[in-house]
């Protein structure tokens, strides 16, 4: 059921990071529409057996395994020892604190050098279950469009240069 307008308090008395319960159920289409947008990835573990217990489409094509081979299996079971490990520690620090934790994870997988940025959030599930939510985002786009702006930047930097120099030896009139 979608809360109504109504129901909604007139205006918040301060700015808050905190969503007001009655519109939790109208926002539950948003954040895989921010998924897919951003081509995020998403996975949910149990805190206390630290197994996939959600996953979405992307991060099951990205591993490249079926939804079977994920769900109720442990980083261990899916990355080599050293990445397992790495994610096992970013995820104890996250469960250790109510605020999300943003971390930065590069590692080879299937031979291709892969750098994520992962937000991890705890959750309470129902009936007091702990959750770790965890959102993918690839950094490869990001690292590209950084390079082409340095590139561009280079590129811009040296034909100023050219046409100062040429401007010295009174090639160019002012």
Request: aromatic share 4%.
């Amino acid at each position: 059921m979608t809360p109504e307008l109504s129901e909604l308090p007139a205006r918040n008395a301060a700015a808050s990071d905190t969503v007001p319960a009655a519109l939790l159920p109208a926002l539950g289409a948003l954040v895989p529409a921010l998924l897919r947008r951003d081509a995020d990835l998403l996975a949910v573990k149990d805190a206390s057996s630290c197994v996939y217990v959600h996953v979405d489409a992307a991060m099951l094509g990205w591993l490249g395994r079926g939804l079977d081979d994920v769900i109720g299996h442990k980083d261990a079971d899916l990355f080599e020892p050293g990445l397992a490990a790495a994610l096992r520690a970013a995820d104890q620090s996250a469960l250790a604190q109510p605020e999300a934790l943003v971390t930065e994870h590069r590692f080879d997988w299937h031979g291709t050098r892969q750098e994520f940025s992962v937000l991890r959030q705890r959750l309470e599930g129902a009936a007091g279950r702990t959750l770790l939510a965890t959102v993918w985002r690839d950094l490869a786009p990001l690292r590209r469009r950084e390079a082409q702006r340095v590139a561009a930047i280079e590129q811009l930097e040296q034909a100023l240069a050219a046409l100062q120099a040429e401007n010295l030896f009174g090639l160019m009139t002012p």
